[in-house]
């Protein structure tokens, strides 16, 4: 069964810090990795999709890599603003099969 | 990409009652799926409803108590049955797999008291 962890579960950083969010999983064998933004009572809003092909997906001041054989992903959020504090939900997904992580809950100080 | 739209946001209901929430998708989707989020934990796949025939439960859900429908391929709706404080979590919709995108809709915030 693919267990998906988040760490750190939160975090406060100021204005202009970069952030870095870490996902480890626990079985290598993934069709692709999605980042989600959730702010909170809310659904959930796909950031980054990353194939199991590829190392690393950027949009704009996200960027987030993939190590396949090591179980691990990271988002990059640089320059971060207050308008980025939400929860970032990683999710797995392989062999027909999707497991969230709990998320990492970030807040932005102006 | 696909929007979905969900509804009620947000309720509070009594102990024993039923809430059904409802989902519109913008375009024809094959599948759509429905989670719970209890309160700081992970997503958790209830079912995934098919257009034309009965939905499938994952392990721990039951028909009885989550009943879905599906009548075509734009909509579906997820009854909450029997409520009890347990069931207050976040009741999300969402379509797309098979290796791209997914989208969710906005949610349901549902607190039992």
């Known amino acids: 069964k693919q267990e998906v962890t988040q760490i750190p579960a939160a975090l406060s950083v100021p204005e202009g810090e970069n952030l870095v969010l870490n996902c480890s999983f626990t079985?290598?064998?993934?069709?692709?990795l999605q980042w989600f933004r959730q702010d909170p009572g809310k659904g959930l809003t796909s950031l980054l999709l990353?194939?199991?092909?590829?190392r690393e997906q950027t949009s704009g001041r996200l960027n987030a890599s993939l190590d396949k054989s090591s179980g691990r992903s990271t988002l990059y959020i640089a320059a971060s603003q207050p308008g980025d504090s939400a929860t970032y939900l990683c999710?797995?997904?392989?062999?027909?099969?999707?497991?969230f992580g709990k998320g990492n809950q970030v807040v932005v100080i102006p | 990409s696909a929007v979905i739209s969900q509804k009620p946001s947000r309720d509070i209901c009594q102990r024993g009652t039923s809430l059904t929430i409802q989902c519109q998708v913008d375009?024809?989707?094959?599948?759509m799926f429905w989670y719970r989020q209890q309160p700081g934990q992970s997503l958790t796949l209830i079912a995934t409803?098919?257009?034309?025939?009965?939905?499938?439960?994952e392990s721990g859900f039951v028909i009885d108590k989550f009943p879905i429908s599906r009548p075509n391929l734009t909509f579906s709706t997820l009854t909450v049955s029997n409520m009890s404080p347990e069931d207050s979590s976040i009741y999300l919709c969402?379509?797309?797999?098979?290796?791209?995108?997914?989208?969710f809709g906005s949610g349901t915030q549902l607190s039992v008291l």
């Open positions: 969402s379509v797309g797999r098979g290796r791209e995108k997914l989208f």
């Open positions: 079985d290598s064998a993934i069709y692709n």
């Open positions: 990353i194939q199991s092909s590829q």
């Open positions: 999710a797995v997904e392989g062999n027909n099969r999707l497991a």
């Open positions: 375009s024809q989707v094959t599948m």
């Open positions: 409803a098919n257009q034309g025939s009965e939905a499938t439960y």
